[in-house]
Nanobody
């Protein structure tokens, strides 16, 4: 079992920055990818960033060039640096971890952290 705890959300004006963190605990072996998703009211949950075990990153066009995902394996933590924030970035942001072993593949989610971008 893996537990994820997110932090760093809050209120920020357009053009501002926030950094989210996600720390994994429990059975933290065999973690392959870590990712950030977001979901706004009335909208589908969407992927905003993913980082592989090897450090490769991927972003959708909506956040490319503004968001950066990173991970610190020693601390079992992933980060999402968000710059040049826009009102449309307002959402609950969720950390996601995929754990793959020879026996199974498991998907874990954090509790979510609210990000509000408004003037």
């Amino acid at each position: 079992q893996v537990q994820l705890v997110e932090s760093g959300g809050g209120y920020v004006q357009p053009g501002g920055s926030l950094r989210l963190s996600c720390t994994a605990s429990g059975s933290i072996f065999s973690i392959s990818t870590m990712a950030w998703y977001r979901q706004a009211p009335g909208k589908q949950r969407e992927l905003v960033a993913v980082i592989t075990r090897g450090g490769s990153t991927h972003y959708p066009d909506s956040v490319k060039g503004r968001f950066t995902i990173s991970r610190d394996s020693a601390k079992n933590t992933a980060y999402l640096q968000m710059n040049s924030l826009k009102p449309e970035d307002t959402a609950v942001y969720y950390c996601n971890v995929v754990q793959v072993t020879t026996a199974s593949a498991n998907n874990y989610w954090g509790q979510g952290t609210q990000v509000t971008v408004s003037s």
